[in-house]
């Protein structure tokens, strides 16, 4: 079992348990706050993320961003990762299969992380970490608690690139996710305070 970050990421990095670890430039682990309360989790790393080895650092990337500034989420405050760590060709989404194999290391990110909360981005990663029949359209935004982890999804920006109709829901969500961030670190602190 793997203990340590180093490790993992080490681990993470030799991987070559699909046919994935053959066509990557860079294995895409994650970054972020290592310590942090909330978690992203997208699906996979697009052509700038395999370049660079940073995960939503494109176009996507770059609205995702705009998102976080204007609900007042600092990036390097969160973690970011995606369900796989390597892109599938074309960006096709991932196989069932790859997502098998690849879990482990998000598993182990998360344990070694301990967030307070994960935000899907995406139906692919939500349908894996919320419930597999999970419909983007009409649950996007809603809270569900798994063992003491909340989880929510809201929508990919790369969709949001195709449609800026739902641009607007997007916004709204994000403002959950602050809302529910504060309102666990306001609960926090309460409780340090009482001991």
């Known amino acids: 079992m793997t203990v340590t970050w180093e490790e993992l990421e080490r681990e993470c990095r030799e991987c070559t348990k699909c046919k994935l670890g053959e ?17 992203f989790v997208g699906e996979a790393p697009g052509e700038k993320e395999d370049l660079s080895g940073v995960p939503f650092v494109g176009a996507a990337g770059k609205l995702f961003d705009k998102y976080l500034f204007a609900v007042d989420i600092p990036r390097d405050d969160v973690y970011i990762a995606n369900m796989l760590k390597c892109r599938p060709p074309r960006n096709r989404d991932p196989l069932p299969e ?21 935000v899907c981005l995406g139906r692919i990663s939500a349908m894996r970490l919320i419930h597999p029949g999970y419909k983007i359209t009409r649950e996007h935004g809603t809270w569900v608690n798994k063992g003491g982890l909340w989880l929510t999804a809201v929508y990919h920006p790369s969709l949001l690139l195709r449609d800026p109709r739902k641009k607007d829901d997007m916004l709204i969500d994000m403002k959950s996710v602050k809302a529910k961030l504060d309102e666990l670190r306001a609960s926090d602190s309460a409780a340090i305070a009482e001991e």
């Open 98 to 118: 790859e997502q098998d194999i690849c879990i482990e290391y998000l598993r182990g990110q998360v344990r070694l992380i301990k967030p307070k909360m994960i």
């Open 23 to 39: 066509t990557r430039t860079n294995c895409v682990f994650g970054c972020g706050n290592k310590n942090a309360d909330l978690m």
